[in-house]
């Protein structure tokens, strides 16, 4: 059984204009890259129909994972948030206790991250040691360097 997946709407928009672009631009276009090899002749021996073949195989399996996260995809209305605790789609204050720098992030699903953007995975280990803190509470997140600590300051939709 798959897991759920949430998105706000602009996400999930995102993700649906994906799958279309893939539908119907890529695939007709490999479709006949694969046509023109074949029409060039002997098929064991065309590298450019291998390649072809092999671009088809890697896009269908790119699609039928798309279709399968949209199947399972939930849009998260803002305004209903619990901001009392972090949660997805939560934008987090936090201030890291070793160098009192603080940072807002904001909570997202992992299609959706985007660090440019301040978006982080709620599947990240700073995401996922966020999860369920309420203001106040001490995130030890397990990054490369060792544990840090992340002080949560404030929470909001």
Do not use: C, W
């Amino acid at each position: 059984m798959s897991k759920v997946n949430y998105y706000t709407k602009e996400g999930l928009q995102r993700l649906k204009d994906e799958l279309k672009h893939m539908e119907s631009v890529e695939r007709p276009s490999i479709s006949a890259q694969i046509a023109e090899a074949r029409d060039k002749g002997d098929l064991s021996e065309n590298a450019e129909y291998d390649a072809a073949k092999e671009a088809q195989g890697i896009l269908e399996a790119k699609i039928s994972k798309l279709k399968e996260s949209l199947s399972n995809a939930r849009v998260v209305d803002k305004s209903q948030l619990d901001t009392s605790k972090a949660l997805i789609l939560a934008k987090v204050k936090i201030k890291n206790l070793k160098n009192n720098k603080e940072m807002v992030y904001q909570l997202v699903a992992p299609k959706e991250a985007n660090l440019k953007e301040g978006k982080i995975s709620v599947d990240s280990p700073i995401g996922e040691g966020l999860l369920g803190k309420k203001v106040g509470d001490i995130a030890e997140v397990q990054v490369p360097q060792g544990i840090v600590k992340f002080e949560i300051v404030d929470i909001s939709a």
